[in-house]
């Protein structure tokens, strides 16, 4: 079995502030990892996605990630945030073989960026 | 590119009554899963499709939902008879095929029951 750990529920930032979002996973076997954003009342949107190589992964709306597997953690950042950004940020990872290869969420991790 | 479509959007029953959700997937992804998403909670996958075939519904609760997908395209989710604890955001995505490949998420339905 496999998991993920997001580990705060929430994170209040100012607007242009840097923010890490956290992001722990256990499984047992090699893993893609990926963070996904869902605006309101919208589907989840792929921010970025980890395969292989780099273990810096940059991705869009100026988001970046990087893998430690010493850490199981795949951290999420950004230097300087927008109102844009506030929404619900999740972490998932998938498995590469038998049952774990299902995309598996964490619980999420809410945004909100302040003027 | 279209993206995925789900209808209806918003749906309210009382519990014991049936429900069924739609969802079209884009143009050629084979792969189709529906989530459903509890308030406060990440996705969890109920059911994955390959083609027409399922390929995990380990998660699914086949005492009360079921799914199909003719003719590998689009897909219907179903509730009967519907409980209070069913309340949430029914999701749908799509992927090309593979583990590595992005799932293409709607815009979900969000079910409330009463």
């Known amino acids: 079995a496999q998991s993920v750990t997001q580990l705060d529920s929430q994170v209040p930032v100012f607007e242009e502030a840097p923010v890490e979002l956290r992001c722990n996973y256990s499984?047992?076997?090699?893993?893609?990892l990926f963070w996904y954003v869902q605006y309101p009342n919208q589907g989840l949107q792929l921010l970025l996605k980890?395969?292989?190589?780099?273990?810096l992964v940059k991705g869009i709306n100026g988001f970046e990630a990087e893998f430690n597997k010493s850490q199981t953690s795949f951290h999420l950042r950004k230097p300087s945030v927008h109102i844009s950004d506030t929404a619900e940020y999740f972490c998932?990872?998938?498995?590469?073989?038998?049952?774990?290869?299902?995309?598996?969420f964490g619980s999420g991790t809410q945004l909100t960026v302040l003027p | 590119e279209a993206g995925v479509a789900q209808s209806p959007r918003y749906k309210i029953i009382e519990k014991r009554q049936s429900v069924a959700f739609w969802c079209n997937p884009i143009?050629?992804?084979?792969?189709l899963y529906w989530y459903q998403q509890i308030l406060g909670q990440g996705p969890k996958l109920l059911i994955q499709?390959?083609?027409?075939?399922?390929?995990?519904d380990s998660q699914l609760p086949k005492d009360r939902f079921s799914a199909e997908r003719l003719k590998g395209v689009d897909s219907t989710l179903k509730i009967q008879p519907a409980k209070l604890e069913d309340s949430a955001v029914y999701l749908c995505?799509?992927?090309?095929?593979?583990?590595?490949?992005?799932?293409?998420f709607g815009p979900g339905t969000r079910l409330t029951v009463l």
């Open positions: 995505a799509s992927s090309s095929s593979g583990a590595a490949d992005t799932q293409y």
């Open positions: 499984s047992s076997v090699s893993v893609y």
């Open positions: 980890y395969l292989s190589g780099s273990t």
């Open positions: 998932a990872v998938r498995g590469l073989s038998g049952s774990a290869r299902q995309l598996t």
């Open positions: 143009s050629g992804h084979a792969t």
């Open positions: 499709f390959q083609n027409n075939g399922v390929v995990d």
